[in-house]
């Protein structure tokens, strides 16, 4: 109780330097604990860190701070940042005055958003009466509420319905980034998200940034084309050795997989291969060694395949 | 599993809630300052003494000692309504629904929570201690060591039931804190801390009656101050015990009720 | 700039008075009244049953002139309700803010944070001023009566008070922010307060070291700016009591302004906006 703790260092970042374009929708992707979140809140002034530069338009995060709010926004996912025992229109009226939005414009500003977001109907509503996906979209009107030059989205559809997130992210790329020309910094760990949506993406990997660029350059990066993918059970530990040996195999990567055929469990194995011509080969061994082949899909490399390439984690 | 239960929630309570430098600064602080308060409303009067009616005796009791005294058990009671506050912290935590999901028993979940004050009960003692030492000149005067303890223990258990049966609200609504929060000054001029009891208008006596503070402060301060043997308190002892047994199983009706409100309006995760 | 403080100062107010109003309503009005009710009682019981109006001593009779005890207490105990908007109010804010969540995206905007905290102020001392009006109405009831009026001082001390309390609350939020506190600090504030500043009897009759710590209050002045202009007791020259405010109130406001800036930086550095 009166001793001191001792204290671990973690470095929530490492020498993570890139620059996003005005104009952009970068997405940057990690597994949970990557540094994701510690770079957005950097960005957005919540954290500084303890060495290094960040500039939003060119203004300094730390040095800047007072303007660099002035632009920007974020929207996070999770139900908080947001007051409860206040109404949706309450919420987004007072932080309009918080970023001193021209009162001429406040009002008007405020139906659009709430219009937009489909939440006209339940604007007078005390947000602890919404569901999560209302929430949610409320935070989005929050985070344009000062009509920001940046928007950083940080896991924005985190728990929505799938029809409510496929809507709220043509709403990102269509209307915000397309239509009016903001920069939008998104972190996500849904793969298909990323590709669905962003210009550019960074993968972060426990602190460090191990690769940014094009999705489709990314993807030409990877030591092969092509992908197996393959549902199959009994695969032992010497039958997936076995598999790494054959000469079109660049690499076996087993992933998570819940399932049962006939009893047996379901392992899933993403099988790189430098070409389709290794079909054959790739199965004929699975059946040699005896295991069956539940399923198998032949795919160019996704963003997925680039995760687990460059972070090496499931 | 009882048992179990009990012991793990008293545990936790210790380590979230009482446990910390600024609890016990808390259980140090509050009887201090408030005795100190209570001193200073006296001190206009110029007196150093305070005359207690019991049944047809009057004791005289050092002024000092009875604010001490006051304090020390008002200031317990003050601690059994922060017991209750853990419910609301839990709330606001998101915490509360899965304290409730689970199968454990929860009266064990109240008792293990009122248990843990008994670490405030013992720093509060200190506290006594030191303020008997700022005070040198109070008139400590135990004839009786057993009535003495008796009446600190059974002020105990009768507070710690009460304080069990105010936590359910915290259960049943989010403005639970608000009304055990209430309770405190109500409590504090009904129960004989800051005057003699016998000073209250006669309408107002059947509300200290219903307070285990009223009798826990009889009893303590006759014991303590006063010379009482332990048949000159059996009225307010075994007052006591009956208190702790009744507020007990009222807890335990209570709990349930509460939660199924609590479940059937949906205000569990209400902050 | 200065027009977009007054607006966070205004909104913050509002919304804040809104949700007060919205959660609370009158329980929590009756919650704050409940202290300086209990006391005003307790003095009643004390002079009129326990002592039976003897004649008070000397002493004190010097210190409070012809306005009587209980006039005496209820002056006291109406200003302490403003000790409640500092501690609990603005001594907790952002505590609360960063325990519910919004403490990002409120200190994530360009306002001013001392706006910002001006804005909670005006919504307690708000919510106080109605706990101020009724303490006097209950104090009619148990014998208050006004001796005099003086507007002016009456309302210099109202102002001075709610300003260094003001003070004084930015230093506490910065201490329930670090230590991650609830109650305890506040708690501990309203003790101080209570027991310190001669709300229930002068300070001229309290030990030594008890008006030492006393001198380093606000409400102390205050209490005794605003018993001269209502019941014209004067044991020290109402205008020594309004200079002493007025350094006590500066410095608390610097101190408190100082925190307020470090104790974000701290947020910042340390990561700590979302550990509550």
């Given at each position: 109780m009166f001793g001191r703790k001792s204290t671990t260092v973690i470095r929530a970042l490492d020498q993570v330097d890139f620059e996003i374009q005005d104009g952009e929708l970068f997405g940057l992707l990690g597994p949970n604990g990557a540094g994701k979140t510690t770079t957005v809140k950097i960005l957005c002034t919540l954290l500084e860190p303890t060495s290094g530069h960040a500039f939003v338009k060119g203004y300094d995060v730390i040095k800047d701070g007072g303007h660099v709010r002035k632009i920007v926004n974020m929207v996070a996912g999770g139900e908080r940042m947001l007051y409860y025992r206040l109404t949706g229109r309450e919420n987004l009226k007072y932080f309009a005055d918080l970023y001193d939005v021209p009162k001429k414009e406040v009002t008007t500003r405020v139906n659009n958003l709430l219009e937009l977001m489909g939440l006209s109907d339940r604007a007078d509503d005390e947000v602890e009466k919404y569901s999560k996906g209302m929430r949610q979209r409320l935070q989005v009107c929050r985070g344009l509420i000062n009509d920001p030059e940046v928007l950083f989205l940080d896991e924005p559809t985190l728990g929505l319905d799938v029809n409510i997130a496929k809507d709220l992210r043509n709403f990102i790329r269509e209307k915000v980034v397309r239509e009016q020309g903001k920069t939008v910094l998104l972190t996500t760990h849904y793969m298909y998200e990323a590709e669905e949506m962003c210009d550019r993406v960074g993968f972060l990997s426990k602190g460090k940034l191990v690769a940014v660029g094009k999705p489709e350059e990314l993807k030409r990066e990877l030591p092969s084309g092509f992908s197996i993918e393959l549902?199959?059970?009994?695969?032992?530990?010497?039958?997936?050795?076995?598999?790494?040996?054959?000469e079109p195999v660049k690499k076996v990567i087993e992933t998570d997989y819940e399932g049962e055929a006939e009893g047996e469990k379901i392992d899933r194995l993403i099988v790189n291969v430098d070409s389709d011509k290794a079909v054959p080969q790739v199965l004929s061994h699975m059946a040699n060694k005896h295991c069956r082949v539940v399923s198998f899909n032949l795919r160019g490399p996704t963003l997925e395949d680039l995760f687990m390439f460059y972070t090496g984690e499931k | 599993m009882f048992t179990r239960v009990v012991f793990a929630e008293a545990v936790k309570s210790l380590k979230v809630y009482f446990f910390s430098t600024r609890t016990l600064f808390w259980?140090?602080?509050?009887?201090?300052?408030?005795?100190?308060?209570?001193?200073?409303?006296?001190?206009?009067?110029?007196?150093?003494s305070v005359d207690l009616q019991f049944g047809a005796t009057t004791y005289t009791i050092d002024l000092v000692g009875f604010t001490i005294i006051g304090q020390l058990l008002y200031s317990f009671f003050t601690m059994m309504l922060l017991a209750g506050a853990s419910f609301d912290a839990e709330r606001w935590q998101g915490t509360l629904e899965v304290l409730l999901l689970s199968p454990a028993s929860r009266v064990a979940i109240l008792l293990g929570g009122a248990l843990a004050n008994a670490v405030n009960y013992v720093w509060m003692l200190v506290a006594l201690v030191l303020s008997w030492v700022a005070f040198i000149h109070v008139g400590i005067f135990v004839t009786d060591?057993?009535?003495?303890c008796g009446s600190l223990l059974l002020s105990y258990s009768a507070m710690m039931a009460l304080g069990m049966c105010l936590e359910t609200v915290d259960v049943y609504s989010r403005r639970g804190s608000i009304f055990t929060a209430w309770l405190q000054e109500p409590v504090m001029f009904l129960s004989g801390q800051i005057f003699p009891l016998q000073s209250l208008p006669v309408f107002l006596l059947p509300l200290s009656y219903l307070l285990p503070l009223t009798f826990g402060l009889m009893a303590v301060r006759l014991t303590l101050l006063g010379g009482a043997s332990i048949y000159d308190v059996r009225m307010p002892l075994a007052t006591l015990a009956s208190m702790t047994l009744i507020f007990f199983i009222l807890a335990s009706l209570l709990v349930n009720y509460a939660e199924r409100r609590a479940k059937t309006k949906a205000t569990l995760t209400q902050f | 700039m200065a027009s977009h403080s007054i607006r966070v100062i205004a909104s913050t107010a509002k919304v804040n008075l809104i949700m007060t109003w919205r959660f609370f309503s009158w329980t929590g009005f009756a919650l704050r009244f409940f202290t300086p009710l209990m006391t005003l009682g307790a003095a009643w019981i004390l002079y009129n049953v326990v002592y039976a109006r003897q004649t008070l001593p000397p002493g004190f009779g010097a210190v409070i002139g012809s306005s009587g005890y209980l006039s005496f207490i209820t002056v006291g105990n109406a200003f302490y309700v403003f000790v409640f908007a500092a501690a609990f109010v603005v001594g907790r804010v952002m505590f609360w803010e960063r325990a519910t969540g919004t403490i990002e995206a409120t200190f994530m905007t360009p306002m001013s944070r001392l706006a910002y905290m001006s804005g909670i102020m005006l919504a307690a001392a708000t919510n106080s001023l109605i706990d101020f009006a009724a303490v006097f109405i209950l104090g009619l009831a148990f014998g208050f009566q006004i001796a005099l009026l003086n507007a002016p001082l009456f309302l210099s001390s109202l102002l001075l008070t709610a300003f260094g309390l003001f003070g004084i609350g930015l230093i506490t939020n910065a201490i329930t922010l670090t230590f991650r506190d609830r109650t305890t600090t506040a708690n501990s504030l309203m003790i101080l307060f209570m027991v310190f500043c001669g709300l229930v009897c002068p300070v001229e009759l309290m030990p030594p070291?008890?008006?030492?710590?006393?001198?380093?209050?606000?409400?102390?002045?205050?209490?005794?700016?605003?018993?001269?202009?209502?019941?014209?007791?004067?044991t020290v020259d109402p205008m020594h009591d309004i200079a002493a405010l007025l350094v006590l109130d500066a410095i608390y406001v610097v101190i408190g302004a100082i925190t307020l800036a470090q104790i974000e930086k701290n947020l910042r550095k340390k990561a700590l906006f979302s550990i509550f």
């Open positions: 549902l199959v059970t009994r695969a032992t530990e010497e039958t997936i050795g076995s598999l790494r040996q054959l | 259980a140090l602080a509050l009887p201090l300052g408030n005795g100190l308060y209570l001193y200073f409303l006296y001190l206009p009067f110029a007196t150093k060591p057993l009535a003495l | 070291w008890a008006q030492l710590i006393s001198k380093a209050l606000p409400l102390t002045y205050g209490v005794r700016l605003m018993r001269a202009s209502l019941l014209g007791i004067v």
